[in-house]
C-alpha cells in the first residue's frame, strides 16, 4: 500500500483551491433583496412588449417534426422494411396551438400534450407573486411554485434529470438558476421596474433539452382587477 504525505501547509492550499473551485463552478446569490425592491404583484403579461414564447415553442416543435419525417423518409431508403434507426427520437405530441378552437371558460380545462414544455418556458398570461422575506411565491396559470432566496440544493429537473439549484438576489434580478450535469440548464430572472411600475422576466434554456437556446423576455403591466382564481389542476405549492 502507498500513502501519499503533505504537509499541514499544503494540505491547506489544497483545500483552499477545492473550496475555491466548488465555488466558482455554480453562482451564489443573496437572500436579501435589495432595499426597497418588491417582486409582490398581481401581473399581466404586455404582450406588445414581449417575447411571443407560444411561437417560439411552435417553432421549435415544427422544426422537430421535419427532422422527425427526414429520419423517417431516410429510413425507408435505407431499410425495406421501414424501421426507424434506434435511437431516434420521436417527436412531442402534435398540439399546434393555433388550429387549436378558443377555451371555453365554463368548461374545465383538459390538460394539452405540450403543458410541461409550457411551463418550462413559463408560458402564462398572468403571475401573482408573493414576497415575504426570503420567500418568493409565483404563481402562473399551470403552477405554483415556492423559492427560498439564497438557497442552494438539488432539483428534479421537469424531464427528470437532477440538478443542482441557487436561488436569489442578483442585484435588482431574483435569479433561479438551475443546471444539471451533461444535461438541460435553465436561468430564470425576475425584477421590478420602478420607473414604470412593471415586472420584467428573462428564461434560458441551453444544455441537453429540445428547448435549448430558446430565450423569452417578458414585460408584465400590474394587475388593477383581482387575480385569476388558481388552477385547481395545477396541483400544490412545489
Not at 463552478?25 to 414581449?50: C, E, H, M
Not at 390538460?111 to 402562473?140: K, Y
Not at 439564497?150 to 421537469?158: E, F, L
Request: glycine share 8%.
Amino acid at each position: 500500500m502507498i500513502h501519499s504525505r503533505f504537509s499541514p501547509g499544503i494540505a491547506a492550499s489544497v483545500g483552499a483551491l477545492l473550496l475555491c473551485f466548488s465555488q466558482t463552478t455554480f453562482a451564489a446569490y443573496g437572500a436579501a433583496a435589495p432595499k426597497g425592491v418588491d417582486l409582490s404583484g398581481n401581473w399581466q403579461i404586455n404582450a406588445a412588449r414581449s417575447d411571443d414564447a407560444e411561437a417560439l415553442l411552435q417553432e421549435r416543435l415544427d422544426e422537430l417534426r421535419t427532422q422527425h419525417e427526414r429520419w423517417m423518409r431516410d429510413a425507408r431508403r435505407t431499410d425495406p422494411l421501414g424501421i426507424p434507426p434506434l435511437g431516434m427520437p420521436l417527436p412531442p405530441p402534435e398540439d399546434d396551438a393555433r388550429k387549436a378552437p378558443p377555451p371555453d371558460p365554463s368548461q374545465k380545462r383538459k390538460p394539452r400534450p405540450n403543458d410541461n414544455l409550457r411551463r418550462m418556458l413559463n408560458i402564462s398570461d398572468t403571475l401573482v407573486i408573493t414576497q415575504a422575506g426570503a420567500t418568493i411565491d409565483i404563481r402562473s396559470q399551470l403552477d405554483t411554485r415556492r423559492f427560498e432566496a439564497g438557497s442552494q440544493s438539488q432539483v428534479s429537473m421537469p424531464q427528470g434529470e437532477l440538478a443542482d439549484s441557487s436561488i436569489g438576489w442578483d442585484g435588482q434580478w431574483f435569479v433561479i438558476d438551475r443546471k444539471a450535469r451533461k444535461g438541460p440548464r435553465v436561468t430564470e430572472r425576475y425584477r421590478w421596474l420602478p420607473k414604470t411600475d412593471q415586472l420584467e422576466s428573462e428564461i434560458k434554456w441551453g444544455g441537453d433539452t429540445l428547448l435549448s437556446g430558446i430565450k423569452v423576455h417578458r414585460i408584465y403591466d400590474r394587475m388593477t382587477s383581482a387575480p385569476p382564481a388558481p388552477d385547481p389542476e395545477a396541483g400544490p405549492v412545489r
